[in-house]
């Protein structure tokens, strides 16, 4: 990968490594060993942000990142998330929490997972602005927010990064939330940019997933909702076919080029998928496919909610 792209003050590669799925949510985590392996082969890709939270595992996934990640850290960027904090001590303490098991000093993204009851966005900005002054944290990011809150968080601390779920299958985040990114200097980052692997053309109606994988309960995953939603992974596939590519590739493809700002962080578990994926940065996907992709999607209603089950971001 050689073009970068900017969240905020932030400069990364175009696509970035989702490692939760090293760990946790999609059955059975590779071995560890296998897993640091794939994450050192990103780096020699040439990604450098790598996405994980201290809710995967719980703190295993951000135990594995940081050992992985350890004789490279001055060359990448690591996104951590804390989850619901009710107070900024709750903040502060999964914080030192992190950094103790990233192996690290700083947490160069520092987002909040979801935000909890009893606390303020704007006390969640203060909190991590303080964080920021005494230099454990390098830059702020919100998860599954809107347009409204990314204001209010925006005004006390300035965001380097939104991330929402954004993909084919997943388009809330166009609009109001695209908009007022775009306005304040914002990145975006994309979670499960693949729709689970649903966009891979990987995930056929029938399918059956074991226990610990979050698509055993997602509603877009059931068998009835699977049938009713193939056309649009068969149209995925069959674009990628007629230019040349993988249904992953060009899925990440048509979310890159949805705006400059966008970072998406595809998940694998798999050397071979990660390679594939990465390369997606560097293809030259003729727009035209890609707007049949996008008037393919406009035109499929997609059954099942989403898996967080929120419907809009406004
Ligand atoms: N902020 C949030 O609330 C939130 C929520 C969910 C996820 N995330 C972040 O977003 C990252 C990515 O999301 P995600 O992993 O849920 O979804 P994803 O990237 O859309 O898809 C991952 C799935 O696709 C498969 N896959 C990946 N590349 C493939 C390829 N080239 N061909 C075929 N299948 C492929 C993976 O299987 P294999 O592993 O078997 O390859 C896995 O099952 C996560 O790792 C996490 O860091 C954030």
């Known amino acids: 990968m050689t073009a970068t792209r900017r969240l905020g003050a932030l400069t990364v590669a175009p696509i970035g490594l989702g490692c939760m799925g090293l760990s946790a949510n999609y059955g059975t985590p590779p071995p560890r060993a296998d897993a640091i392996t794939l994450m050192r082969r990103a780096v020699d890709l040439g990604v450098t942000m790598f996405d994980t939270a201290e809710i995967y595992g719980p703190h295993t996934n951000e135990e594995l990142v940081g050992e992985a990640l350890e004789p490279v850290r001055n060359q990448v960027v690591i996104a951590t998330k804390f ?31 979801r935000l909890g009851e009893g606390l303020a966005v704007e006390d969640v900005a203060g909190t991590v602005a303080d964080l920021a002054r005494e230099g454990k944290v390098g830059a702020f990011g919100l998860s599954e927010v809107g347009a409204a809150t990314i204001r209010r968080a925006h005004a006390v601390m300035p965001l380097a990064a939104v991330q929402n779920e954004y993909s084919l299958w997943a388009r809330e985040s166009e609009g109001a939330v695209f908009d007022t990114v775009d306005e304040l200097g914002i990145g975006f980052v994309p979670w499960s940019p693949l729709g689970q692997g649903f966009l891979t053309g990987t995930v056929r109606p029938g399918q059956q997933f074991g226990r610990g994988d979050v698509r055993s309960f997602f509603p877009r995953f059931t068998t009835d909702a699977l049938a009713a939603n193939a056309p649009l992974a068969d149209a995925v596939v069959e674009l990628a076919q007629r230019v040349g590519v993988t249904p992953g590739q060009l899925a990440l493809a048509w979310v890159l080029a949805q705006r400059p700002w966008i970072v998406p962080i595809p998940g694998t578990r798999r050397i071979g998928r990660l390679e594939e994926n990465v390369a997606a940065a560097t293809l030259d996907v003729d727009p035209e496919v890609l707007g049949e992709l996008t008037s393919t999607a406009d035109r499929i209603r997609v059954r099942g909610a989403r898996g967080t089950g929120r419907e809009s971001y406004s």
């Not at 904090?85 to 700083?106: C, F, K, M, N, Q």
């Open 83 to 113: 989850w619901r904090a009710g107070s900024e001590r709750d903040i502060r303490s999964s914080v030192e929490g992190s950094l103790r098991r990233l192996r690290t000093d700083r947490i160069d993204l520092l987002y909040a997972h």
